[in-house]
């Protein structure tokens, strides 16, 4: 059998779907020959503009497209950014899914929720396991973060030696006392030839502080304290939350939880066994009313100022049961992701309108850690690992430069620093590395049980209506013929009852319109439609200054057959139709 020269080796392919440019929706793939792996397969959170979206997720078209067999999804951990997308995945096609223990029941309970039976693809797996995946070997390394179980990835294929790490920081005093396996990524370093690194703190000097600084601030807070106590964190966060607990247990207070995310997460984490509670402190939301103000501790969700969530509507004063008051101490233990900053500033000004003390990360020193490596974490990673090329992952454009500035700094070739945009595509096998090439990595809009069936025409139009709103031109013709109209309706323009003259005119414009094309033989109702927005608009334009959406809507008067007494088939001058067949066209 001929040998193969590393100059015939095929290349290994690695194309992020999701994750660079931004910090959400993470997917990795992996390619070789026929065979692929996916690495995380994550949401994002729509922004401002995406007016009604509940969740943007990769494009998977081009897993779905290739014809070639996907061997399976490896999970790092169990944060959205990582898992969110799943479901819809495997709504598309059956692929095993490996992962920790806490990342498959947290992957169980989204399945659960969306009614999906896929039990049968799920395969657990044990920290330092490795998994042989056709062409592909992984190993599972544990990396300290913000949530349980996380994992850095060792992946060998054809050859190669690549080292994912996931989300993580180095913590050397973590809360589960489970430290970073930084002796195993040793013992592989020096011969790795691809490193895809986190990025998100790669803009922070020095460490990113131990998890357990956060539970010693949490602990002094409590104890000084007199006040009922009301901190927010994010619910995956299950040593953030192992940490509350405690400290309201050694300060004998109750805790009582609110929010649906973190009810859901506590009751995974503490059946999985990552979250003890303390015998009888655990209450219930609706029993806080009978302790004293100094005896409760409310973990409520809402820190990043979500609009539905529990600590939001605790400070609109909507919340059922806890109702915010002069002297109550919130305390939000987490940083804003960012782009929701000014939702929780809103929510943090509500809240001392409402007479509470707020202490957040610009008044108190560590009430929250960051799960992710600053600089200093991120060199120890390059002077273990020595990768030959390196992608920088997980971060938006200005945290992907720092950390390739970083890379650099600490010995790796400049030209063996990829800084790549999803999409792209990077060849690589034993003797050279490239990224010449890319494919289509869009997104796709969830909204509702729809997915992917909203794209740019409709968000246009939902940002044209949320700005100017929508008029409606309604009238009936016979033929080209106007036999009743045209009626007037706006919604989100102006207000109508106060706007008869523009309304008036406006209906009067239309009016003019559709005779004149009667006069010059216009039949085509695409062509009077046209004309209608043409003229309208141009009118709304120089009346108001808006644009809004202009929708005619035409409606055929022709007389039903066998219904020709006088009356019949002829519409009201509301703009109702009796005794006709309405045909509606928009
Ligand atoms: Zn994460
Ligand atoms: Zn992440």
């Known amino acids: 059998m001929a040998r193969i020269s590393a100059k015939n080796m095929p290349m290994l392919k690695v194309i992020p779907l999701g994750g660079l440019g931004e910090v959400g929706k993470n997917m990795t793939v992996l390619e070789y ?33 290739q014809n070639k067999t996907v061997r399976a999804v490896v999970i790092t951990h169990g944060h959205e950014d990582h898992i969110g997308a799943l479901p819809f995945l495997l709504d598309k096609i059956d692929v095993p899914v490996y992962g920790t223990k806490l990342s498959l029941g947290l992957i169980q309970r989204k399945l659960d929720e969306k009614m999906m039976d896929k039990a049968r693809l799920m395969r657990q797996v044990t920290i330092g396991e490795v998994i042989k995946l056709g062409r592909f070997e992984v190993e599972f390394i544990r990396n300290n973060h913000s949530i349980a179980d996380s994992c850095s990835l060792f992946i060998k294929c054809a050859g190669l030696k690549i080292v994912h790490t996931g989300d993580f920081k180095i913590d050397y ?47 002094e807070l409590f104890r000084g304290c007199k006040s009922r106590i009301i901190v927010t964190s994010f619910a995956s966060n299950i040593h953030r939350t192992q940490q509350i607990f405690q400290a309201a247990s050694a300060n004998n207070r109750k805790l009582a939880l609110s929010g649906r995310s973190m009810l859901n ?8 066994g990552y979250l ?23 973990l409520t969700t809402g820190s990043q100022g979500e609009p539905m969530s529990a600590l939001t509507r605790m400070a609109a004063g909507e919340h059922r049961q806890i109702q915010i008051k002069s ?15 000014k ?13 509470a003390q707020v202490l957040y990360s610009k008044n108190t020193e560590n009430v929250h850690a960051s799960g992710h490596a600053s600089q200093e974490e991120l060199k120890l990673i390059f002077s273990l690992l020595k990768p030959k090329y390196f992608v920088p992952v997980h971060g ?12 650099k700094e600490m010995g790796v070739r400049a030209s063996n620093v990829f800084l790549m945009q999803n999409g792209d595509v990077l060849e690589i096998n034993k003797r050279e590395a490239k990224c010449e090439n890319a494919i289509n990595a869009g997104i796709t809009l969830v909204d509702g049980l729809g997915v992917g069936d909203i794209g740019n025409i409709v968000l246009k139009e939902r940002k044209a209506l949320s700005q100017f709103g929508i008029l409606m031109i309604a009238v009936a013709m016979d033929k080209n013929r106007l036999v009743s109209g045209p009626d007037i309706i706006s919604r989100g323009f102006v207000y109508m009852r106060e706007s008869s003259d523009l309304i008036n005119k406006t209906a009067q414009i239309a009016k003019g319109v559709i005779l004149q094309c009667e006069k010059d033989g216009i039949k085509d109702w695409v062509d009077i439609k046209t004309k209608l927005k043409n003229q309208v608009g141009d009118y709304l334009y120089e009346q108001t200054g808006r644009n809004p959406i202009i929708l005619p809507i035409i409606m055929s008067a022709t007389p039903a057959a066998g219904q020709q007494s006088a009356g019949a088939g002829r519409a009201t001058n509301k703009g109702e139709t009796r005794n006709v067949r309405v045909r509606q066209s928009q």
């Open 33 to 65: 020959e026929d065979e692929i792996l996916i690495v995380d397969c994550g949401m994002s959170f729509p922004d401002d503009e995406m007016f009604g979206i509940d969740a943007v997720i990769p494009d998977f078209n081009y897993v779905l497209d």
């Open 173 to 219: 005093t973590p809360v589960d006392g489970e430290v970073i396996d930084l002796q195993r990524l040793a013992e592989i370093g020096g011969g790795i030839d691809l490193l895809l690194s986190d990025s998100t703190n790669a803009e922070y000097p020095g460490n990113t502080p131990s998890e357990k600084k956060v539970g010693n601030t949490l602990m």
């Open 265 to 272: 997460i506590v009751k995974v984490a503490q059946e999985l």
């Open 276 to 298: 003890k509670i303390p015998e009888d402190v655990l209450i219930d939301i609706k029993d806080v009313k009978k302790y004293k103000d100094n005896k409760v501790v409310i």
């Open 327 to 341: 002297g109550d101490v919130v305390i939000m233990s987490a940083n804003p992701i960012p782009g929701n900053e």
């Open 343 to 355: 939702m929780i500033i809103d929510v943090v000004n509500k809240l001392f309108a409402l007479g």
């Open 396 to 407: 938006e454009v200005k945290m992907l430069i720092k950390h390739a500035e970083i890379a």
